[in-house]
C-alpha cells in the first residue's frame, strides 16, 4: 500500500483542524447539557439527564429576554429589510461618482462602534423626547423601540450588501420592456424586479433577525430597563454559569439544523437535475419532497420534548450525591489517619501562685496595710468591698478634706 506524502495529507488536516475548531465548542455544549453535573463540563461524566431543560423553562427571566428579542428581532427585519433593498436599488441607479459617495455614506454604521451607536441612539431618542416634553412612559424612552432603531442603523448596511449582490445580476432592460408596454413603475417593481430578489430578501431576512438576536454592544445600551436574551445570558456569565445555557444552545442548533435541512431540501427538489431523477420514480418524489421531510423533522422533534419531559434521572442522581458523599467521609477519615497526634509536652516547673490583686493593687483579702488598729487582715475572712462599707476608700475619715480623723 502506497503511503500519502506529507503534503498530500497537509489539506486533510488542516480541514479536519478547521471543522474541530468550527464545531467542537458546539459538540461540547451539546454533550453538557445532558450531564448532570452542576457546572457545564464534559469530564468527568456524572448522569445522562435532562433537567436543565426543565430548568430552563422555570427561568422567567431568561425567557422573557427571549421573548423581547424575538419582537426585537421581528420589528428590525420589517424596518431594515425594506431600508436595505431601497438603498441597494438607488445604488444601482445612480452614476459612478454618487453611487461611491451614497456607498460610503451607507456602509459607514457597520464600520462604527456598537457602543457608540447605542449610546448615540440613546442620547438621541432622550433629546427629541425632551423637546416634545414626553413623559417617560412614552416610545422615546421605551427599550424595545430603542433597541429596534439603534440595531436597524447598521443591520440595514448587512441587508443592503445581501441586495447588492443580486441586483448585479440582474438585466434592467426587463423592467425597461415592462414600462415600454404599458405597466407602471410599481407594477414592473412587483412583477419583474421583487420575484427575482426573492431570495435575497429571504436570506437577508435571516441575517438580518439573527444579527438582532446575538448583538449585545448596541443593546446593551438601548434596552434601558428591560432584557434581551444576550443581556441575560451576560449577567449569568457573570454570576455564575450552568448547564441551562448549553440546553439553550442545542434547543437553538436544533432549530437551525432544521431548517437548513428543510431549505437544502427544497432547493434540491426544485432543481433541474432532482427533476429528471424523481421523475420515473413517484415514490422517490414523495420521499423527497420538502413538506413530508418538514413532517418526519416535526415528529422528530416532538417525540424528543416527550422524551425531555417524561425521563427521569433522580435515581441516578441520587446515586452520584450518595458516592460523593462517601468519597468525601473517606477522605476526611484519611486525613485524621494523616495528622500526627501531639506529643506529650513536658512536666511544667511549679511556679508559685500570686495573690489575687484588688482593682486599685491591693490584695483581695483585705486592706494592703492592714486596718485602722495596724493589725494584719484575717487571711480568712470575707474580702471586703474596696469601694463601700466602713473602711473603704469613700469612707469619710480616708477623703481628704475630711474633717474626721
Not at 427571549?66 to 431601497?86: K, Q, R
Not at 423592467?175 to 407602471?184: C, H, P, R, V, W
Not at 417593481?189 to 439573527?210: D, R
Request: charged residues 10%.
Amino acid at each position: 500500500m502506497k503511503m500519502k506524502s506529507p503534503k498530500a495529507m497537509i489539506p486533510g488536516l488542516y480541514l479536519t483542524l478547521f471543522f474541530a475548531y468550527l464545531f467542537g465548542p458546539l459538540i461540547i455544549m451539546v454533550i453538557t447539557a445532558f450531564n448532570s453535573s452542576n457546572f457545564p463540563r464534559v469530564s468527568p461524566w456524572e448522569c445522562f439527564t435532562t433537567d436543565w431543560f426543565g430548568k430552563l423553562v422555570a427561568d422567567d427571566a431568561l425567557i422573557e429576554g427571549i421573548g423581547n428579542s424575538l419582537i426585537i428581532g421581528i420589528g428590525v427585519v420589517v424596518v431594515a429589510i425594506p431600508i436595505g433593498l431601497a438603498a441597494a436599488i438607488m445604488l444601482s441607479q445612480v452614476g459612478p461618482k454618487l453611487r461611491a459617495s451614497l456607498y460610503t455614506i451607507f456602509i459607514a454604521p457597520i464600520l462604527v462602534p456598537g457602543v457608540v451607536i447605542g449610546l448615540s441612539t440613546l442620547i438621541f431618542w432622550d433629546r427629541i423626547g425632551t423637546f416634545f416634553n414626553a413623559p417617560y412612559e412614552s416610545f422615546f424612552y421605551d427599550g424595545t423601540f430603542l433597541t429596534i432603531f439603534g440595531q436597524v442603523t447598521f443591520i440595514a448596511a448587512y441587508s443592503m450588501l445581501v441586495f447588492l449582490s443580486r441586483i448585479q445580476r440582474f438585466d434592467h432592460t426587463l423592467t425597461e420592456a415592462a414600462l415600454d408596454m404599458g405597466a407602471t413603475p410599481t407594477q414592473a417593481f412587483v412583477k419583474v424586479l421583487l420575484p427575482f430578489m426573492a431570495p435575497a430578501i429571504g436570506s437577508a431576512t435571516v441575517l438580518a433577525f439573527l444579527a438582532s438576536l446575538e448583538n449585545y454592544n448596541t443593546t446593551v445600551f438601548t434596552i434601558v430597563s428591560s432584557s434581551t436574551f444576550t443581556t441575560v445570558l451576560s449577567s449569568k456569565v457573570r454570576y455564575g454559569l450552568d448547564p441551562s445555557i448549553s440546553a439553550v444552545a442545542v434547543i437553538i442548533i436544533s432549530i437551525t439544523l432544521i431548517g437548513a435541512i428543510i431549505f437544502e431540501v427544497r432547493n434540491r427538489y426544485n432543481s433541474k437535475g432532482w427533476a429528471l431523477v424523481i421523475a420515473e420514480r413517484p415514490a422517490l418524489k414523495v420521499a423527497t419532497h420538502p413538506g413530508t421531510v418538514a413532517g418526519i423533522l416535526g415528529v422528530l422533534a416532538i417525540g424528543a420534548v416527550l422524551f425531555i419531559q417524561n425521563y427521569d434521572s433522580n435515581a441516578c442522581t441520587a446515586q452520584i450525591l450518595e458516592e460523593k458523599r462517601a468519597l468525601q467521609q473517606q477522605l476526611m477519615e484519611q486525613q485524621s489517619l494523616d495528622t500526627p497526634t501531639p506529643t506529650q509536652s513536658a512536666p511544667s516547673s511549679t511556679v508559685p501562685s500570686m495573690p489575687s490583686l484588688g482593682p486599685l493593687g491591693g490584695d483581695e483579702g483585705g486592706n494592703e496595710g492592714g486596718d485602722e488598729n495596724g493589725a494584719g487582715s484575717d487571711s480568712s475572712a470575707p474580702a471586703s468591698n474596696p469601694f463601700g462599707g466602713a473602711n473603704g476608700i469613700f469612707a469619710p475619715q480616708n477623703l481628704r478634706g475630711s474633717e474626721g480623723n
